[in-house]
């Protein structure tokens, strides 16, 4: 419910109303620490040329967000590539970095107190009962703060001054009865050493149920796109998108997929009967007896998780103060992942044991040695993931003044370690299910065996029946599956010295600098099970990855007042910047920022700039651990669609990119109660790096690109098998547009106690484009299916809301404009209409008799229960779960 936000200036320390806010703002505050975002320059009252939008706790607190990340998600600048909901299919589920342009996490650069934070990016990972502001920088910001932040910069500023203790807690659940959630919150700050010390202390609990399976809302589970007929072999090729979809060639129990029992399937017992059979299309099924791992794993990811962190500052001697900070949080989660399913590929003889007589008469009658099979496993193949994260960071900071104020420094090391620890039982061992599924009679014993056996006593074998739903023994489940394991470590050591101040002034005011330096090392090593490394799954398998880089860094930024109190240019200022970062796996790199801010007209300030990004490629995309997931997937080659085994992960090879950023806007203040802003954005990243999603692959394989078709696997019959979707270096990505925002607070009393607040904010993508130097490929308007780019063309917010000393009310309307739900393929259903979703807040503060106040809220988002679009199974955009409601309490004592 993120609706309450305003293009404030730099120095911004509180989260009222946007007017109310920019008149407090028009004087230096000088009341405690300025922490500035947009730009390294700390003088109050400077105004960064580059756009800066701040978001009070307040406004984070509404809609009863999962974590920081989710609230800001409902921003319209902001896209949830990551969360529940879109990695339900992953090993990624439960985090959620955040994406500023739909440009992907890794190019906005999060930071905690200005600085990096180990568990990359992970939002989910801070306590937001400690949080007070969220900045907000979108447009280019690396030579102010290093690489990264080619899209932005997202700054999570604590509320270090914190005195008493607050508790909260709160429960919810959606309209439907499931989902529930809960969460426990508590922080504490209190002076010590006579006030020259204080302590902050905070943590949270959250709790979410998720949902239990893909179908469990309309319009998400079993759609897939599938190809239409074509008439001639040269027309084009078609496709809709179709529900009820499962697979054809698995079917719980077993299906047999030649001769003469061809399309029979077993029942429990073992004994056939003739399926009943859907519209057949590719490895594909319309109805009938289609099964679907829709079925079983979850629409949304089940989390828990703890989050805290305590901080103490010191002042040493005046003007010199000693921090030092301890963060840590643990995510865990324990659900149904996927099946590990035979797709036609087994070979059953007629001599196995556990194949029953009648069935081995037909086959000798129609002189038939062996068939092939299907089996739907979920009796014994279909694996779990069990999920842990844990987090620990340390810092400790010098902060400090000299010259009577006039220069500021700090100076801060960090040392950061985060584990990523996953099991995932219920995969087949290739060797052990084929001996076991070669079965046959002891002619010593009569009992059924492994044939392997007859020729190796001492083999531990054990025979598998797979003939019917539920026939496999547990003795010869356990001898056919076992667990891939991950354990993975990720360090991060920062350290970094700077100086600001203003040496000197000219006739238009005080000359401002920054200059610093800074190092980090980062180094992540994951070591898989013994099994995974000897490849001994069918399906899946983690590997070892080591890997590390380290970076040098120098910056200085220049503010130079040029022209004041003149016609026109009322406040002309120049701001200038510059980084060289030096990066072990990457060589040296330079960004540089060029802006200037003028005021043309009293509350009318005009702001441009002009900057160089740079992004080396981070660990995770040079050396994160094999990710799995299976998607559908449109083959033009065989005029199929398939359910494909994608493989992400890191790419050794991966080269920096760059990127050219434009930003322009206006902000305006005419009116008392009234603020506006506009700005436009064009950002131009060279040398790309990205994951391209399975069906762009596939597709821009088959329009030529051979680069790209190296990532592509087909079988000896040319069926397509599986996509290696890890990131490459692409030759350019390119988005532009605007984003607006008006705001207004009307008092209803001239004590301004009770107010009226309007506000309306949005953005407007003009294209958002990927080029291969092949094919250029348009995403605007992508806004359904979750795995490839895209992002909306308007997203606009607008809220009205209530406040007065008791009571406050408001209620968001959330737009998203039409779409597709993939605009690079032909689909004959593929648009997705406009939506737009309703939310509502109450907050009333309850005396408790002791001069203190109790807060009781209650927020339900997607009031009106709007179902998803068709097809929008994993889509960062509309809500899955329908209406939820929650109620909490808060007090500070």
């Not at 590719?282 to 962190?309: F, W, Y």
């Amino acid at each position: 419910m993120l609706a309450g936000l305003t293009a404030a200036p730099a120095f911004a320390q509180d989260a009222r109303p946007a007017a109310a806010q920019a008149e407090a703002e028009a004087a230096p505050d000088t009341s405690g620490e300025i922490v500035v975002t947009g730009s390294r320059i700390d003088r109050p009252g400077f105004e960064s040329p580059t756009p800066l939008t701040r978001i009070g706790s307040e406004e984070l607190s509404v809609a009863s967000r999962a974590n920081i990340g989710a609230a800001l998600a409902d921003l319209p600048q902001f896209k949830a590539g990551q969360s529940p909901q879109t990695s339900g299919t992953n090993a990624q589920a439960g985090r959620f970095p955040a994406d500023l342009r739909g440009l992907g996490a890794t190019r906005t650069l999060v930071l905690l107190d200005g600085r990096r934070f180990s568990s990359d990016n992970d939002l989910s990972t801070i306590p937001s009962v400690l949080v007070k502001n969220v900045d907000i920088v979108t447009g280019g910001a690396s030579a102010a703060w290093g690489s990264g932040a080619v899209a932005g910069v997202v700054n999570i500023q604590l509320d270090h001054s914190l005195t008493g203790i607050r508790l909260g807690a709160e429960t919810g659940i959606s309209s439907r009865g499931d989902s529930a959630q809960y969460r426990f919150e508590g922080a504490a700050g209190f002076d010590f050493a006579d006030g020259r010390g204080h302590f902050l202390i905070g943590g949270e609990y959250f709790q979410n149920d998720g949902l239990s399976t893909k179908v469990s809302r309309a319009n998400t589970g079993r759609w897939v796109s599938l190809p239409n007929p074509r008439a001639t072999p040269t027309d084009p090729l078609t496709y809709t998108l179709t529900p009820n979809v499962g697979y054809a060639n698995a079917v719980v129990g077993g299906i047999i997929t030649s001769g003469v029992l061809r399309n029979y399937g077993f029942n429990p017992d073992g004994t056939l009967r003739l399926l009943e059979r859907g519209v057949v299309n590719g490895s594909n099924m319309v109805g009938g007896e289609a099964p679907s791992d829709d079925d079983l794993s979850p629409l949304s990811t089940p989390q828990k998780r703890i989050a805290s962190m305590a901080r103490a500052s010191y002042e040493v001697v005046n003007d010199l103060n000693l921090i030092a900070e301890l963060r840590y949080s643990r995510y865990w989660g324990d659900y149904t992942w996927f099946g590990d399913h035979n797709r036609g590929n087994i070979t059953i003889s007629r001599d196995n044991a556990f194949l029953r007589p009648e069935i081995r008469d037909q086959l000798i009658a129609a002189n038939q040695t062996s068939f092939t099979m299907g089996r739907y496993n979920s009796d014994f193949a279909y694996s779990t993931i069990d999920l842990e994260r844990e987090t620990i960071q340390g810092t400790v900071a010098l902060e400090g003044k000299f010259g009577g104020g006039a220069w500021r420094y700090s100076a801060y090391y960090s040392h950061g370690e985060s584990q990523n620890n996953i099991d995932t039982p219920g995969f087949r061992l290739t060797a052990n299910f084929a001996n076991a599924v070669d079965a046959v009679i002891s002619p010593t014993t009569g009992q059924a065996v492994c044939r392997v056996a007859l020729t190796d006593p001492s083999s531990a074998c054990v025979p598998i029946n797979l003939f019917g739903n539920g026939a496999p023994s547990q003795a010869a489940i356990d001898y056919v599956t076992g667990t891939p394991t991950l354990r993975s470590t990720s360090k991060l050591d920062t350290v970094g010295v700077s100086l600001r101040g203003e040496p000197f002034s000219l006739w238009a005011g005080p000359v401002s600098v920054a200059v610093g330096i800074e190092a980090r090392r980062e180094t992540i090593d994951s070591r898989a099970g013994e099994l995974d490394r000897a490849r001994a799954f069918s399906t899946f398998y983690f590997a070892d990855l080591e890997g590390k880089d380290t970076v040098k860094e120098a910056f200085g930024e220049l503010l130079v007042p040029l022209v004041k109190d003149v016609p026109v240019l009322r406040n002309l200022n120049f701001n200038g910047a510059v980084r060289v970062s030096d990066y072990r796996n990457s060589g040296s790199i330079w960004s540089w920022k060029l802006g200037a801010t003028n005021e043309f007209l009293p509350g009318v300030i005009g702001r441009v700039t002009r900057s160089r990004d740079i992004r080396a490629p981070s660990l995770s995309e040079l050396y994160t651990t094999q990710t799995v997931s299976y998607v559908n997937v449109a083959d033009p080659v065989t005029n199929q669609t398939v359910s494909v085994l994608i493989n992400g992960g890191g790419n050794p090879q991966l080269q920096p990119e760059e990127a050219d950023t434009w930003t322009a806007g206006v902000t305006a203040s005419p009116m008392r109660g009234l603020t506006a802003s506009l700005d436009y954005f064009d950002i131009t990243i060279n040398d790309v790096i990205t994951s391209v999603g399975a069906q762009d692959l596939v597709t821009r394989c088959f329009n030529g690109n051979q680069d790209l078709c190296a990532r592509v696997f087909r079988d000896a019959s040319g069926n397509l098998v599986r996509v290696q979707s890890n990131s490459v270096n692409l030759s350019r990505y390119k988005t532009n547009g605007i984003d607006g925002e008006i705001a207004y607070t009307m008092p209803l009393d001239s004590s301004e106690s009770r107010n009226l607040h309007f506000r309306v904010i949005g953005t407007w993508v003009d294209s958002l484009t990927t080029y291969d130097g092949i094919s250029e490929v348009e995403y605007v308007d992508n806004t359904s299916y979750a795995f490839v780019n895209g992002v909306p063309s308007w997203r606009v917010n607008g809220s009205l809301g209530y406040s007065d000393r008791n009571l406050s009310g408001l209620i968001r309307a959330r737009y998203i404009s039409p779409g597709y739900y993939n605009r690079n393929l032909e689909i004959t259903n593929n648009r997705v209409p406009a939506y737009t979703y309703f939310d509502l807040q109450l907050t009333a503060k309850i005396p408790t008799g002791d001069g203190r106040q109790m807060e009781i809220y209650g927020n339900v988002s997607n009031l009106l229960d709007k179902d998803p679009p068709i097809g929008s199974l994993f889509s960062p955009f509309y809500d899955t779960v329908g209406r939820f409601m929650t109620i909490g309490a808060r007090i500070k004592l």
